[in-house]
């Protein structure tokens, strides 16, 4: 099953903070560095959820 396929990022990411998804314990980055690139495109993808909702990502960038 695909329960999320046809939402957007920024709804998946309000799905998530209504259901108390730790976000700072997340990772969405491609790269296998100790922080997030902040420029792959699923940091990309991320950050314009965050910025969508209005709310701060809790998670450090390396940019
Ligand atoms: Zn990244």
Redesign the pocket.
């Known amino acids: 099953m695909t329960p999320f396929i046809r939402m957007t990022k920024a709804e998946i990411l309000r799905v998530g903070l209504a259901l108390g998804v730790p976000y700072r314990e997340t990772w969405?980055?491609?790269?296998n560095n100790d922080r997030?690139?902040?420029?792959?495109s699923?940091?990309h993808y991320r950050r314009e959820a965050f910025r969508a909702c209005g709310i701060p990502d809790p998670i450090e960038y390396e940019e």
């Not at 969405?28 to 790269?31: G, H, I, V």
């Not at 997030?36 to 792959?40: F, K, L, M, S, T």
Request: hydrophobic residues 20%; contains cysteine.
């Open positions: 969405s980055c491609y790269q997030a690139c902040g420029v792959c699923s940091c």
